[in-house]
């Protein structure tokens, strides 16, 4: 297999994709320390490019602090779109394909069916707009790239709502949560093997997909889900998007729609709640 060099390794996907690498036996994976491997760094980029002369490219580096980036625009317009531009050059340069990592937020989620990827992308926030951007400036640069769209991201590793509802859930006796936002939650173990699944297989389906767990939930059922798996004694309010004001604008609805790659690849995917269970048996352990 040719090497595979992994952008943002430190974040919560990076992490993922090195532990299901390390259980699936990949040896061809590289995760470049943080320091040699900023993606605004373009001279430092070519040397890693030199390098490893990958034949993939995953980019999991991104700004994703979305209440911060309203008042952050352009460094966050940096990071997710210039970053992006930048790897998908050399990508194009050096023959190697890119997997580019996106989010439900490029979409408005005002409609009240599952998002497909030739929907209609319509970002309400600074961090959904720079992400689009970034999308735009890959699908710009090449020809073969995968952008893989995905949302509501946890896992054992970095900071997570799964991670902080245990934390805050152990600490106090009632925790007021969202309950007019839906969408669905994502196990980025299960998105690090679709990752490496499209890898292995080489495929040549470029282009743009979905990928989340199955079904649906809203915030506060995520929360009590947590809760009720963990054996966690909180009691959890629901509260409305109005009443727990911030910065940023979220999506009201962002389930995604999966068909295409499932069928694409001939996939099928965990349902939230079972991969929740996965996730924090391994917390608990």
């Known amino acids: ?22 259980e699936k036996q990949i040896t061809t994976l590289i995760f470049p320390p943080e320091e040699d491997a900023n993606i605004l760094n373009t001279a430092g980029l070519e040397k890693i490019f030199d390098q490893y ?3 993939w490219v995953i980019n999991c580096a991104a700004y994703t602090a979305v209440d911060k980036a309203e008042d952050e625009f352009e460094i966050a317009e940096k990071v997710n779109k210039t970053g992006a531009e930048n790897l998908a050059r050399l990508c194009d340069i050096n023959g190697a394909v890119l997997i580019h990592i996106s989010t439900d937020f490029v979409f408005k989620g005002d409609v009240a069916h599952p998002l497909k990827e030739d929907d209609t992308a319509n970002p309400i926030s600074v961090y959904g707009k720079t992400k689009l ?5 890959v699908a710009r640069a090449l020809k073969e790239y995968f952008i893989i769209r995905t949302g509501w991201l946890y ?9 902080t509802m245990l934390k ?28 490496l699944m499209i890898i292995s297989g080489d495929s040549k389906a470029y282009g743009t997909y979905h990928y989340s767990n199955e079904g649906v939930t809203s915030w506060f059922d ?9 054996g966690t004694e909180v009691k959890a309010i629901p509260v409305r998007t109005d009443e727990y004001v911030t910065k940023a604008t979220r999506p009201a609805y962002s389930v995604m729609d999966k068909s295409k790659s499932k069928q694409t690849f001939n996939i099928e995917i965990p349902y939230w709640r079972d991969s929740l269970v996965n996730c924090i048996g391994k917390l608990q352990k």
Request: net charge negative; with cysteine; charged share 20%.
């Open 168 to 195: 805050l859930g152990a600490e106090r006796d009632e925790l007021r949560i969202i309950a007019d936002q839906v969408g669905t939650p994502t196990y980025a173990i299960d998105l690090a093997g679709f990752i």
């Open 155 to 163: 896992s054992e590793f970095a900071n997570n709502f799964v991670k």
């Open 222 to 230: 995520f929360a009590r889900a947590i809760f009720d798996i963990s």
């Open 133 to 137: 951007d970034g999308e735009l400036a």
């Open 53 to 55: 002369k990958p034949g």
């Open 1 to 22: 297999m040719k090497n595979i060099v992994v952008f943002g390794a430190s974040g919560q996907l990076g992490q993922c994709i090195k532990a299901v690498a390390a």
